[in-house]
């Protein structure tokens, strides 16, 4: 199975998503091998993913794969190789404001491709003009991909009514076009959890005795968890009516 999470408007959590779903007990309870896949030159992850090997932190089950080249053969040979030894794939995608190679790719490919996306005129409108092209091109050349496709709303205050939003994106998104049921909250702990290679579970732990912290970092394990969770249901129905 191929998760990917994407879209082509920068800034949306694509990366920190995909880090953390990771590592949910959600994927890993399903899964025995997790690949994370950083297919953005940056290497943001990648730097991460060596931090957590300095600091002689424990992956079990998950292993990190950068594949930095913008070659479409380069990158589709990459992840056929890693798809041979993991039964499931998490792939992060760059924004690419131009290009959308690997937007297109992983739309293609993936078995559900995650949008995360705010209630902002400009990731409306990204989605309507950049990506939603992309998805409904796939669709049109093989329409038993209609099902991969879900927007999960993002950098959304935590006190946001989750029912209000779903109904929202369900009346202004395309059809075949799925809003998880489940949200990506802002909160401040997904910008600093991730210092010295850790994970937002990691990261709850070192911060137990200050109460505060200690509250933000695991509400930020719930959300995290009710997303894989959302992701599985989805990827489920995705895979029965394909
Ligand atoms: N839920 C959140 N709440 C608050 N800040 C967040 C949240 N998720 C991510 N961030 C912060 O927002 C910034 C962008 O996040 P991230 O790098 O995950 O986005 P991206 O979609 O991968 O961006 P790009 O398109 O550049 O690859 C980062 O500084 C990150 O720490
Ligand atoms: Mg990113």
Redesign the pocket.
């Known amino acids: 199975m191929i998760i990917s999470?994407v879209?082509t408007?920068?800034?949306?959590?694509?990366?920190?998503?995909a880090?953390c779903t990771v590592f949910s007990r959600a994927l890993r309870k399903r899964f025995k091998s997790i690949a994370l896949v950083e297919l953005?030159a940056?290497g943001?992850l990648r730097n991460w993913w060596d931090e957590r090997a300095e600091e002689g932190r424990k992956s079990e089950g998950v292993s990190f794969h950068h594949i930095s080249s913008t070659q479409k053969e380069v990158f589709q040979e990459g992840i056929k190789t890693i798809a041979a030894h993991n039964k499931l794939i998490v792939m992060?995608i760059?924004?690419e404001s131009t290009g959308r190679l690997h937007t297109r790719f992983a739309c293609a490919f993936s078995d559900i491709a995650v949008v995360?996306m705010r209630t902002t005129t400009n990731d409306e409108a990204a989605f309507a003009n950049n990506l939603y092209p992309i998805i409904r091109d796939i669709i049109t050349m093989a329409p038993q991909k209609k099902h991969n496709f879900a927007v999960l709303p993002?950098?959304v205050h935590p006190k946001t009514s989750k029912a209000k939003l779903k109904a929202y994106y369900e009346e202004i998104l395309p059809d075949h076009v799925f809003c998880l049921p489940a949200v990506?909250?802002?909160?401040?702990v997904?910008?600093?959890f991730n210092r010295n290679g850790m994970t937002v579970s990691e990261y709850a732990s070192t911060v137990k005795s200050n109460k505060r912290q200690a509250k933000q970092a695991m509400a930020a394990v719930k959300d995290i968890e009710a997303i894989a969770e959302a992701i599985m249901e989805k990827a489920g129905k995705s895979n029965g009516n394909s």
Do not use: I, V
């Not at 990506?184 to 401040?188: L, V």
């Open positions: 999470f879209q408007k920068g800034g949306t959590g694509k990366s920190t998503l880090q953005d940056q943001t992060d760059p924004g995360p993002a950098f990506y909250p802002a909160r401040a997904y910008e600093n």
